[in-house]
């Protein structure tokens, strides 16, 4: 369930790209560069990150299944309650920062 170790971030903007404009990241090891076989894609809109959620979970990529699933940019969050602090108190709803990402986790069959 995790990535490929050769699969790159370009390869996977490829394949996200049919849902929408996106970017993609793979995580990677700060001393020896080596992929940690995990990845960040994020969608500029909402619905194409939640379309490619429910389409693009356990597929495989590279000859490996992946797990995609939901995660939020601490960053964003910590920059949006500093420059807007009533922003903590509203309601939760889903946050336009959010973006599916590959996870290293398991599947669960």
Do not use: W
């Amino acid at each position: 369930c995790k990535l490929n170790p050769i699969t790159r971030s370009a390869d996977l903007e490829i394949i996200f790209s049919r849902f929408g404009k996106c970017s993609a990241r793979v995580i990677r090891n700060a001393h020896t560069g080596e992929s940690l076989c995990y990845a960040f894609i994020e969608f500029e809109r909402v619905e194409d990150c939640e379309r490619a959620y429910f389409k693009m979970d356990c597929c495989l990529i590279d000859e490996h299944r992946v797990r995609v699933d939901f995660s939020q940019s601490v960053s964003r969050l910590y920059s949006s309650a500093v420059s807007e602090p009533t922003s903590l108190n509203a309601h939760p709803k889903r946050n336009p920062s959010s973006h599916p990402h590959i996870s290293s986790t398991s599947v669960d069959h």
